[in-house]
């Protein structure tokens, strides 16, 4: 399947769509899920476009998952986790539902189970203190 330009995290990237920023870069975008399966629930996506983990360049996956680390550290200090759980879904037959490649960072806490999908909306100023609290994490 080719890569729709017109996806919602294309548009994001874009500005069409507002999102609550986490980190940016000329490479990678880094914003919360607006349906939070645990608290603190991000997604971080390179700008280039790709749809999943089938067609992604190796170097602009390289560059992901870098930067995929370096937020996951920051949000499961800045939040006080106790772990995290990383997400990729490839297809639908993978449960991928949007199509520009991300990856959910889901902050864990012991013995706390995620919420099971489809979570509901997120409450936007929780997503807004978590997504300044991250920030500030990142430096
Ligand atoms: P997946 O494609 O991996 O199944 O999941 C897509 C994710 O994107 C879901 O967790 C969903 O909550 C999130 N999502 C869908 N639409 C939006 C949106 O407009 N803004 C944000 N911030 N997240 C979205």
Sequence with gaps: MPYDE???????IRSEIPCHRVYEDEAVLSFMD????SPGHLLVIPKAPARNLLDIEPEVLA????QTQRIAKAAVAALGADGLTLQQFSEPAGGQEVFHIH?????????VRI?????PKGDMAELADQAAKIR???G
């Design 136 to 138: 500030a994490a990142l």
């Design 115 to 119: 919420t099971p999908h489809p979570a």
């Design 6 to 12: 017109n996806n919602i995290f294309a548009k994001i």
């Design 103 to 111: 990856f959910h960072v889901l902050p864990r806490w012991d013995g």
């Design 34 to 37: 607006i349906m939070p399966r």
């Design 63 to 66: 560059t992901l998952i870098r």
